[in-house]
């Protein structure tokens, strides 16, 4: 990220849904700009497509798409009244600017982030439906695998608070280059909101007993080298070690600012089936925000932003942050 989480030079834009009255997104996004100082601004979009295909109808005597316009028009107005009423009831310490675009919500949303030069999106979404991927997700969905920003999701099964006073954050980290942005992201995030934990997990798909078994078949076949001292269960520990070194090494000079804001880091190293293991560090953590990496290279659309970070937006009632490559 360029630029860290905090401070009036920081915009966040938060996309409000006005026909969905509990607004999932407003609350957090109002307490994360009230609580670091970050400038917040408001946006709705406005669809009115359905008047378009009517003009290839038997009545082409008539131009639909005028009557289209003029109801999105009139929409967009209702739209910014509602919005700017609702931006009105916010208390975040710095003015809150609103934008109503007539366009589908996520590219509207993706718009309206390049125009304002925001910094961070936050949306909402919906979960609950039996859809492979909820109606209501599929915008959120949409920013986590297009945005050149980082995206925070926060579902209608979310319990996020930020005005308390404690957090804890959840970094899984794979140890490639897009999941080390995500943990700096993790850090700056914990130091913006002071008293904020940092639990950094690597999850090693490996147990003991399949690298054993690998590692007596690499031993017979060309020979031991430098571990010629060391049996399987030794190597294991060795690479254990190894891993742990390369979380450390990622975050040197970041555990100090975390400590200046009375944050606490942790990091682990766990061995098994990726998912299930994430699920058991997120509950003994504690943790209320997840962030991953996207991983754009490997990965195609539904599972765009990574097939981990996918199933945790589906499966997870904590707020998930997506850092973009």
């Known amino acids: ?29 109002a307490a994360l700009c009230r609580r670091t100082g970050m400038r917040l601004r408001l946006i709705s979009a406005v669809e009115v497509d359905q008047f378009s295909s009517l003009q290839e109808s038997p009545y ?19 739209a910014e009244d509602e919005l700017k009423a609702l931006a009105a009831k916010l208390d975040v310490g710095t003015p809150v600017t609103t934008s109503v675009v007539v366009s589908k919500p996520a590219q509207a949303i993706l718009s309206e982030a390049t125009v304002s030069g925001a910094h961070f ?4 979404a919906a979960k609950g439906s039996h859809q492979f991927v909820p109606k209501g ?3 959120a969905l949409s920013l986590m695998m297009d945005s050149t920003l980082p995206v925070m999701v926060v579902s209608n099964a979310c319990n996020l608070d930020l005005t308390l006073d404690r957090h804890k954050i959840l970094v899984a980290d794979d140890l490639s280059q897009s999941s080390e942005r995500a943990v700096l992201a993790a850090f700056d995030l914990a130091a913006a909101l002071g008293h904020t934990d940092v639990h950094h997990v690597h999850v090693n798909a490996l147990n003991i007993e399949t690298f054993a078994t690998g590692a007596q078949e690499l031993i017979r076949e060309h020979g031991s080298g430098l571990y010629k001292d060391l049996g399987p269960t030794e190597m294991w520990d060795e690479v254990q070690r190894h891993l742990n070194e390369r979380m450390r090494r990622r975050v040197p000079n970041r555990i100090q600012s975390l400590d200046l804001t009375e944050g606490q880091y942790y990091s682990e190293v766990r061995n098994g089936a ?28 539904p599972f765009a932003i990574g097939r981990v970070p996918f199933h945790f937006m589906l499966s997870q009632d904590r707020a998930l942050i997506v850092i973009p490559e």
């Open 137 to 139: 997700m599929s915008t």
């Open 1 to 29: 990220m360029s630029k860290s989480f905090k401070g009036s030079d920081f915009l966040v834009l938060a996309a409000v849904k006005l026909t969905d009255a509990k607004h999932h997104a407003l609350g957090p996004a």
């Open 274 to 301: 990726v998912e299930s293991e994430l699920e058991r560090a997120i509950e003994e953590a504690g943790a209320d925000i997840l962030v991953f990496g996207r991983h754009h290279a490997i990965h195609r659309r």
């Open 60 to 78: 082409d005597m008539f131009d639909f798409t005028v009557i289209g316009r003029s109801l999105g028009e009139c929409l967009r107005a209702q």
């Open 121 to 124: 999106i936050i949306t909402g």
